[in-house]
């Protein structure tokens, strides 16, 4: 699977941005789908995750009740809509898929790459 993330800018606090990852090359929904973050000097952590069809949804407690993970599966893109950002929100957003449903960033094969998300005022 290819992917191809973009949707990153600079933000003031308190906006919103819609992150989009764009696959191709295999069956989309065959594919669980997450979204991780790396912030300047840090690790690479979980964000939000979804299943294949769409049913289940899973986030990280830093971003929930402010961020949604959706896809859909006829234009084989995943989205992460951002509200309420945060400077902490701050890191390059990278886009993940794979057939295992996990948080667990060193088991997807597949990964985008990255798009960058600035909160400043």
């Known amino acids: 699977v290819q992917l191809q993330a973009s949707g990153g800018g600079l933000v003031r606090p308190g906006g919103s941005l819609r992150l989009s990852c764009a696959a191709s090359?295999?069956?989309?929904?065959?594919?669980?789908m997450a979204w991780f973050r790396q912030a300047p000097g840090k690790d690479r952590y979980f964000v939000a995750r979804?299943?294949?069809?769409?049913?289940?949804?899973d986030y990280a407690d830093s971003v929930k009740g402010r961020f949604t993970i959706s896809r859909d599966n006829a234009k084989n893109t995943v989205y992460l809509q951002m509200d309420s950002l945060k400077p902490e929100d701050t890191a390059v957003y990278y886009c993940?898929?794979?057939?295992?449903?996990?948080?667990?960033?060193?088991?997807?094969?597949?990964w985008g790459q990255g798009t960058l998300v600035t909160v400043s005022s």
């Open positions: 993940a898929a794979d057939l295992t449903y996990t948080t667990r960033g060193y088991l997807y094969d597949f």
């Open positions: 090359g295999r069956t989309f929904s065959n594919y669980n």
């Open positions: 979804i299943t294949g069809n769409g049913d289940n949804t």
